[in-house]
C-alpha cells in the first residue's frame, strides 16, 4: 500500500487519489486498507513518516561528512535538494499534503530529528558570533529550512524550474552564502 500511494502521489498529488485506487494498485481488494489505515490521510501520514524517517537518516549522513561546521551545513543542503529529487512521492508527502506532523506523536518525533540536525548544524556554526549579534540556531536552521525549501519548490522540481538559467544547487550555495555574510559568519567579499 505504501508503494502503490508514494506512486499516485507522484502522479496525480495527495488529494487526486482515492483508497480504491491505491488498494487496486497495491493488488488488494477496496477494503483491505482499512484493516491497517482509518483512510487516505492515515495513509499519506504513514507515507510521509517513512520519509522523514529515510529523510533524518540522510541529514545526519550529510552531517557527519562535514569536517567543518560551514562543510556539515553544505553538506545537508546538498542531500535536501537529492531527497527532494530521488524521493518525491515521500517530499510531497511530508511537506505538501496537509498532514498534520504534529498530530501524530511518532510522525512528529521523526520529523523533529530531521530538523535537528539542521538545528545542531546551525548551532556550531553560530556558536563564535558575538552573544549580541547571534541570532537562536533554531531561527537561523528556520531560514535555512524555507530557503532550502523553497529552492526546491520553485527550481527543482519541474516548471518554472526549467526555466532557470542557475542551477538548484547554484541557487542554495550563492543564497547560503548571501545569508552567512549578512550574520557575520562568512567575511564579506570587499
Given at each position: 500500500?505504501?508503494?502503490?500511494?508514494?506512486?499516485?502521489?507522484?502522479?496525480?498529488?495527495?488529494?487526486?487519489?482515492?483508497?480504491?485506487?491505491?488498494?487496486?494498485?497495491?493488488?488488494?481488494?477496496?477494503?483491505?486498507?482499512?484493516?491497517?489505515?482509518?483512510?487516505?490521510?492515515?495513509?499519506?501520514?504513514?507515507?510521509?513518516?517513512?520519509?522523514?524517517?529515510?529523510?533524518?537518516?540522510?541529514?545526519?549522513?550529510?552531517?557527519?561528512?562535514?569536517?567543518?561546521?560551514?562543510?556539515?551545513?553544505?553538506?545537508?543542503?546538498?542531500?535536501?535538494?537529492?531527497?527532494?529529487?530521488?524521493?518525491?512521492?515521500?517530499?510531497?508527502?511530508?511537506?505538501?499534503?496537509?498532514?498534520?506532523?504534529?498530530?501524530?506523536?511518532?510522525?512528529?518525533?521523526?520529523?523533529?530529528?530531521?530538523?535537528?540536525?539542521?538545528?545542531?548544524?546551525?548551532?556550531?556554526?553560530?556558536?563564535?558570533?558575538?552573544?549580541?549579534?547571534?541570532?537562536?540556531?533554531?531561527?537561523?536552521?528556520q531560514h535555512i529550512w524555507a530557503m532550502s525549501h523553497g529552492v526546491v519548490e520553485l527550481f527543482a522540481r519541474g516548471e518554472p524550474g526549467q526555466r532557470s538559467p542557475f542551477?538548484?544547487?547554484?541557487?542554495?550555495?550563492?543564497?547560503?552564502?548571501?545569508?552567512?555574510?549578512?550574520?557575520?559568519?562568512?567575511?564579506?567579499?570587499?
Open positions: 500500500m505504501i508503494d502503490a500511494t508514494i506512486q499516485l502521489i507522484e502522479q496525480k498529488g495527495p488529494t487526486g487519489f482515492t483508497m480504491s485506487e491505491a488498494a487496486k494498485l497495491a493488488g488488494v481488494s477496496a477494503a483491505a486498507p482499512y484493516r491497517h489505515f482509518e483512510g487516505r490521510e492515515a495513509l499519506i501520514a504513514e507515507v510521509a513518516r517513512e520519509g522523514f524517517g529515510m529523510f533524518g537518516d540522510l541529514m545526519e549522513f550529510a552531517y557527519a561528512k562535514g569536517n567543518t561546521p560551514l562543510a556539515a551545513l553544505e553538506s545537508t543542503g546538498r542531500a535536501y535538494q537529492a531527497f527532494a529529487k530521488k524521493h518525491s512521492g515521500h517530499y510531497i508527502a511530508m511537506f505538501e499534503s496537509g498532514v498534520a506532523i504534529n498530530s501524530d506523536p511518532d510522525l512528529a518525533a521523526v520529523a523533529n530529528r530531521a530538523l535537528g540536525v539542521l538545528v545542531r548544524a546551525c548551532e556550531e556554526l553560530i556558536k563564535d558570533l558575538p552573544a549580541h549579534r547571534r541570532p537562536p540556531a533554531t531561527m537561523v536552521s542551477s538548484p544547487e547554484d541557487l542554495m550555495e550563492s543564497g547560503l552564502g548571501i545569508y552567512l555574510r549578512g550574520l557575520g559568519v562568512l567575511p564579506n567579499d570587499d
